[in-house]
């Protein structure tokens, strides 16, 4: 026996029961079809974000790249066209962005390939205003130093001791100098705050 409630408990009951509604093939094809649009996407957007890692190796080589991904210490030196004993590193190791500076030297996509010159980098340390970036790993000594230079005028990179240069991506010529810039002006004030914090507490 059916009781008045049973006839009211679902009130859209009716369209389930519709004999008019259709489940036609066509569309669930367009709904699967949504859902691999979506997956497939997804994918590209994973894919785009990934490291390149094909021209870089050839350029850098394997010790290079190597100390890109592992290096335990990261200095750098805002002029390192004087006399190494009168250079003061600046430490970046644990600051905020080194992730970023890492990706930024691996991915191919950070250069300029056309652009490479068989002429040492450190041909432009009198004729343009250049930082390195020195990696280091003092404990595990997985890879030899590595040390990078930056032309921070026009965008040209390669290896201190090495033979070729290469110019950086446009959309990197100018962001990377900036941080390094940045960088170089900031932590010095920061180091001497905490110098000074610490001889307050005592």
């Given at each position: 026996?059916?009781s ?13 029961n519709d004999p008019?509604?259709?489940?036609t093939r066509?569309g669930i094809?367009?709904?699967v079809?949504?859902v ?5 996407g997804?994918a590209?957007?994973?894919?785009a974000r990934?490291?390149r890692l ?14 890109f991904?592992?290096?335990a ?25 080194l ?17 490479v ?16 970036l ?6 595990a000594?997985?890879f ?6 930056i032309?921070l005028?026009?965008?040209?990179i390669?290896k201190?001791?090495?033979?070729q240069?290469?110019q ?9 100098p ?16 905490r110098?000074k914090?610490?001889s307050?507490?005592e």
């Amino acid at each position: 026996m059916t009781s008045a409630t049973d006839d009211h408990s679902d009130p859209h009951a009716d369209k389930f029961n519709d004999p008019r509604v259709e489940y036609t093939r066509r569309g669930i094809l367009l709904g699967v079809g949504v859902v691999l649009f979506g997956i497939a996407g997804a994918a590209l957007s994973i894919w785009a974000r990934r490291t390149r890692l094909e021209q870089s190796p050839q350029f850098w080589g394997p010790e290079v790249i190597e100390a890109f991904q592992l290096a335990a210490e990261i200095h750098l030196i805002s002029q390192p066209e004087q006399p190494p004993s009168e250079i003061q590193p600046v430490r970046l190791t644990g600051m905020p962005g080194l992730g970023h500076l890492r990706h930024l030297l691996l991915d191919d996509r950070s250069y300029i390939w056309e652009s490479v010159r068989d002429e040492p980098i450190r041909s432009r340390l009198t004729q343009s205003t250049c930082m390195t970036l020195w990696f280091s790993d003092p404990e595990a000594k997985r890879f030899p130093d590595a040390k990078v230079v930056i032309d921070l005028d026009q965008g040209w990179i390669g290896k201190q001791d090495g033979t070729q240069q290469v110019q950086l991506a446009e959309r990197f010529r100018n962001a990377l100098p900036a941080f390094l810039k940045r960088i170089a002006d900031f932590e010095p004030l920061r180091v001497e705050m905490r110098e000074k914090e610490r001889s307050g507490d005592e």
